[in-house]
């Protein structure tokens, strides 16, 4: 019973390892630095690496700079509540603000082409979770993130809440159409 | 402080009666946690349950915060400190250090269990277990952390100061024994832990009451994490910790490697903090290089770890077996294990879940660019009820059952209904665990009241593969929660109304481990000297990696399959 009593040779350490046990160890460490190698990998050669472009921001500034993009590229309004599709510009900038309960506005976007889309939140934590491809993006107050994205095919996404944001945090559904 | 101890008549062990009577009464205040949390559970698992949806959105999510409490944090903290006390006093053979003080620390972690329970119930708290700013929770709910933190930490102080005195007081000699040495792995963790839950838990009461104008969310979540996930470490140590214990009570086995297995929890204090990065991965104030340094190069000396103690647990009992004379084939040991007795049963399915769904959906969720399909999703859950619930409390109901007799001096109520347990728990929870990973991988949100979205000006319909898995989970769930109050009963019912066993012998001193070079100690160790070889162990190594990397490469492909995003 010896784990539960002071090892039986003092020294203990001075024990040589079995040969099975080596093997072992091994194959685990070396599978953990392939995993290791693995990230490293898909951020040279991998089409889907998050963006490090961040910036500091309050949401007095972000929902001005959002109010302009969507000002100037609004294409028509959808739904009773009169929500603007904004057509983002090829290769440009699309502003979606979140906040209790909604994603504003909502983007249209061409397949193929790549967009800038930058994220924040008026107020609480969201989640940006992209349905049905399932890209889950973290939203933070204070913080503009700025993601390039390249839609691979045609249809209507959704954008779902998946950071609990209050009672309403169900209704928080947003959309993305891609031509 | 005069004290006595009491020998253990089935078991040998000997127990110093102030140090007994913590263990008695934090095991009872962890095990009412796990019942109010299992009631929560109930409510959380009928409301997700698409075809029922029993409660309305707020009476949701207030449940919801009140089963993480409950569960993840008062529970298993509780259980820890008579872990804790357990690997010390007894195992030690000494008395323990400053029982008043413990008893400080369990009063402080009963009103902090209590006041948080109230903050919850009450409303106005729902903010979940994490608590994310600028979402704000009633005063109380931070302070009733705090409260309970700081009794954990004096608890943590106690089993130190033991060990100190077992050591002055010279009651063994050399090392301390193996699953102290985890014990002490944890207790190094939860004082790291609950010095970071300080760090930001304290500011944000302060803000609660007005006192700071504002926390950055960012830093918060950074901060946060330090506690959150390195406080689930504290679990996987102590539950490895028993795991060996098992083992050795059981079986008798004995580490293969004294070496091997310490250097592995020594791994555990040296990186499993840097894990909690792997929280932080589709956030937007971390570079890819901080996350890639923390969440892999780091985080995979403590997968190592975790993969070592995998093997070198079953290892151990493969070997006590094959000495026993169980040497046919390369499985007649795991075969002639005693599957009937639930002590050893819960182990072992706590070491088979926690490595196949645990650990590799871990590892999975927490690599850089996969956690973008998984975050957030209702495969986090689906991850850790694998790693907490079918690792942690598995083991620990487990060990329960020799406890009870043991601490309690009362035998086990209805036998058989104790032989079921296990596998009605362990197997359900299993399985739920798995259904809850696969309606996240099809993009299901946790902490969600309704996935269809009623009131939303969308419409937005899941694939019928999601409902279906969200159906599985309320149909496992309930079985689950049937086999923990089972569980419950069965502690509880033996508690009151077990067969009163024989307490043993009382003496007014301790009497030490025998020195190590007498001849009772040469009988009961054999030294690893004659290596037993574990052809078994390697066979059910080797599943469990070819499952990782055949598990692991397919979520790569499935990445490679969505929108680009740079
Ligand atoms: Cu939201």
Same mark, same amino acid.
């Given at each position: 019973m010896s784990a539960i009593l002071p090892p039986a040779d003092r020294l203990w350490w001075k024990q040589p390892i079995d040969k099975t046990e080596w093997v072992w160890i091994s194959l685990a460490f070396t599978w953990a630095m392939i995993m290791f190698g693995m990230m490293i990998y898909w951020h040279i050669n991998g089409k889907q690496n998050l963006s490090n472009e961040v910036y500091k921001t309050t949401p007095e500034a972000y929902a001005a700079k959002a109010e302009k993009f969507i000002a100037d590229n609004t294409v028509r309004t959808e739904t009773e509540k009169n929500i603007p599709v904004v057509k983002v510009p090829e290769g440009g900038d699309g502003y979606l603000i979140a906040r209790l309960w909604d994603w504003y506005p909502i983007l249209e976007m061409e397949r193929g082409k790549t967009y800038k889309v930058h994220l924040s939140s008026m107020d609480y934590q969201h989640g940006f979770s992209l349905q049905p491809v399932n890209i889950n993006i973290q939203v933070l107050p204070g913080y503009e993130h700025v993601v390039k994205m390249t839609p691979t095919k045609e249809g209507t996404y959704s954008i779902v809440c998946n950071e609990y944001c209050g009672i309403g945090h169900h209704t928080m559904l947003g959309r993305i159409y891609v031509k | 402080m005069a004290t006595t101890y009491r020998t253990c008549p089935r078991t040998g062990l000997q127990f110093d009666t102030a140090a007994e009577k913590l263990m008695r009464w934090n095991a009872v205040a962890g095990v009412l946690a796990l019942l109010v949390g299992g009631i929560m559970a109930l409510g959380v698992i009928l409301t997700r349950w698409p075809a029922v949806k029993l409660l309305p959105a707020d009476q949701f999510y207030l449940v919801l915060t009140a089963h993480g409490v409950d569960m993840l944090l008062i529970w298993i903290i509780f259980f820890e400190m008579a872990v804790l006390y357990f690997a010390s006093s007894t195992l030690l053979r000494c008395r323990l250090a400053a029982p008043k003080m413990a008893w400080l620390g369990f009063w402080l972690m009963v009103v902090g269990a209590v006041m948080g329970n109230y903050a919850v119930l009450a409303g106005e708290s729902s903010v979940m277990f994490t608590s994310y700013v600028p979402m704000? /929770?009633?005063? *109380?709910?931070?302070?009733?952390?705090?409260?309970?933190?700081?009794?954990?930490?004096? !608890?943590?102080?106690?089993?130190?100061? $033991?060990?100190?005195?077992?050591? =002055?007081?010279?009651?063994?000699?050399?090392?301390?024994?193996?699953?102290?040495?985890?014990?002490?792995?944890?207790?190094?963790?939860?004082?790291?832990?609950? /010095?970071?839950?300080?760090?930001?838990?304290? @500011?944000?009461?302060?803000?609660?009451?007005?006192?700071?104008?504002?926390?950055?969310?960012? *830093?918060? %979540?950074?901060?946060?994490? !330090?506690?959150?996930?390195?406080?689930?470490?504290?679990n996987v140590s102590a539950h490895v910790a028993i795991w060996y214990l098992i083992a050795a009570v059981v079986f008798g086995a004995e580490p293969l490697s004294e070496k091997v297995s310490r250097f592995a929890f020594f791994l555990y204090i040296l990186f499993l903090q840097l894990a909690s990065a792997h929280h932080l991965l589709s956030d937007p104030g971390m570079s890819a290089e901080w996350k890639v340094l923390n969440t892999s190069y780091f985080m995979y000396f403590a997968v190592? &770890?975790?993969?070592?103690?995998?093997?070198?647990?079953?290892?151990?009992?493969?070997?006590?077996? %094959?000495?026993?004379?169980?040497?046919?084939?390369?499985?007649?040991?795991? =075969?002639?294990? @005693?599957?009937?007795?639930?002590?050893?049963?819960?182990?072992?399915?706590?070491?088979? $879940?926690?490595?196949?769904?645990?650990?590799?959906?871990?590892?999975?969720?927490?690599?850089?660019?996969?956690?973008?399909?998984?975050?957030?999703?209702?495969?986090?859950? !689906?991850?850790?009820? &694998?790693?907490?619930?079918?690792?942690? $409390?598995?083991?620990?109901? /487990?060990?329960?059952?020799?406890?009870? @007799? $043991?601490?309690?001096? =009362?035998?086990? #109520?209805? @036998?058989?209904?104790?032989? #079921?347990?296990?596998?009605?728990?362990?197997?359900?929870?299993?399985?739920?665990?798995?259904?809850?990973? !696969? &309606?996240?991988?099809?993009?299901?949100? %946790? =902490?969600?009241?309704?996935?269809?979205?009623?009131?939303?000006?969308?419409?937005?319909? +899941?694939?019928?593969?999601?409902?279906?898995?969200?159906?599985?989970?309320?149909?496992?769930?309930?079985?689950?929660?049937?086999?923990?109050?089972? +569980? #419950?009963?069965?502690?509880?019912?033996?508690?009151?109304?077990?067969?009163?066993?024989?307490?043993?012998?009382?003496?007014?001193?301790?009497?030490?481990?025998?020195?190590?070079?007498s001849v009772a100690a040469r009988a009961s160790h054999t030294g690893s000297a004659e290596h037993v070889q574990v052809p078994g162990t390697v066979v059910l190594a080797m599943l469990l990696l070819t499952s990782f990397v055949l598990y692991y490469f397919v979520n790569w492909k499935y990445l490679s399959e969505v929108w680009a995003l740079s």
């Open positions: - | 704000q /929770a009633s005063p *109380l709910f931070y302070l009733a952390l705090i409260l309970f933190a700081v009794g954990a930490l004096i !608890g943590c102080f106690v089993f130190l100061g $033991t060990l100190v005195v077992a050591k =002055r007081e010279k009651s063994y000699e050399g090392s301390i024994p193996m699953v102290t040495f985890g014990a002490l792995t944890a207790c190094i963790i939860a004082i790291f832990t609950i /010095a970071t839950g300080a760090a930001i838990l304290i @500011p944000t009461l302060l803000w609660s009451v007005g006192l700071i104008k504002e926390i950055d969310p960012q *830093l918060y %979540r950074l901060v946060w994490w !330090g506690m959150g996930h390195s406080s689930q470490q504290i190592l &770890a975790s993969m070592i103690h995998g093997f070198t647990v079953p290892g151990a009992i493969e070997a006590a077996q %094959r000495k026993k004379g169980y040497t046919n084939g390369l499985f007649e040991w795991l =075969r002639k294990a @005693p599957w009937g007795n639930p002590v050893f049963s819960g182990m072992f399915l706590s070491l088979v $879940t926690f490595g196949f769904l645990g650990g590799i959906s871990g590892v999975v969720v927490g690599t850089e660019q996969l956690n973008m399909l998984m975050h957030n999703t209702f495969y986090v859950p !689906g991850h850790f009820h &694998a790693t907490v619930v079918c690792g942690t $409390t598995l083991a620990f109901m /487990a060990i329960t059952y020799l406890l009870v @007799p $043991t601490l309690f001096k =009362r035998e086990m #109520i209805f @036998p058989k209904l104790c032989q #079921i347990q296990p596998y009605l728990f362990g197997i359900s929870m299993a399985v739920l665990s798995l259904v809850m990973m !696969g &309606a996240g991988t099809l993009g299901v949100s %946790r =902490r969600h009241w309704d996935m269809a979205f009623s009131g939303a000006p969308f419409q937005y319909e +899941w694939p019928g593969a999601a409902y279906l898995m969200m159906g599985l989970t309320g149909i496992f769930g309930v079985i689950a929660i049937t086999g923990g109050a089972l +569980w #419950i009963l069965l502690v509880v019912g033996s508690l009151l109304f077990g067969k009163k066993l024989d307490g043993g012998t009382l003496s007014d001193k301790p009497v030490p481990h025998a020195p190590l070079d």
